[in-house]
């Protein structure tokens, strides 16, 4: 048995959280990820809960009552590690395999999409946050941003 691989995994798995899955209901991710630290209301259509655990702060946000993204950072703000990326990644494959999307030189994000079409991930190299979301999150998102373009421009 590979002694080193079997203590980096050991040390792999406690410092990185058991994460919640997207589809999950309030209570069960307050079962996972245990007492919140914050609930807000993101403009009345998601409401985000955040958490702290292991290390990250863990922002999940939910659509009718469901978990539709979740956000982890690290507390320190330093980079997440890849192994600690490959960890969060697997923990919410839910049956699908993820798949790592090439990016543009000089983009600022890595990217997977999971297989079953059901989620994907993207790691913000500047800011080192990683996003699991639905589909459905990210176009909200983009619809929203958009909105916000707009209206900054407005009479110009």
Same mark, same amino acid.
């Given at each position: 048995?590979? *002694?080193? =691989? ?19 209901? %309030? ?6 990820? /245990? ?21 990250? *702060?863990? =922002? ?17 703000? #330093?980079?997440? $590690?890849? #192994? ?8 919410? +494959? ?17 990217? *997977? ?24 999150? *990210? $176009?909200?998102?983009? %619809?929203?941003?958009? +909105? ?6 407005? /009479?110009?």
């Amino acid at each position: 048995m590979n *002694w080193r =691989a079997l203590s980096s995994l050991i040390l792999l798995t406690s410092s990185v959280p058991c994460t919640a899955r997207l589809g999950e209901t %309030e209570a069960q991710v307050a079962t996972r990820y /245990g007492e919140l630290l914050q609930k807000f209301d993101l403009l009345s259509t998601n409401d985000a809960t955040a958490y702290s655990t292991n290390r990250l *702060w863990i =922002a999940v946000y939910f659509t009718n009552g469901v978990s539709v993204a979740e956000m982890f950072v690290p507390q320190d703000r #330093d980079d997440l $590690r890849t #192994d600690a990326r490959d960890v969060l990644l697997e923990q919410q +494959r839910q049956g699908s395999a993820w798949t790592e999307v090439q990016s543009e030189p000089m983009d600022l994000f890595q990217r *997977w999409r999971r297989d079953d079409g059901r989620a994907f991930a993207l790691y913000h190299t500047l800011n080192h946050s990683l996003l699991i979301c639905t589909p459905q999150y *990210w $176009r909200w998102m983009q %619809e929203k941003k958009e +909105r916000g373009h707009r209206q900054r421009f407005e /009479g110009f």
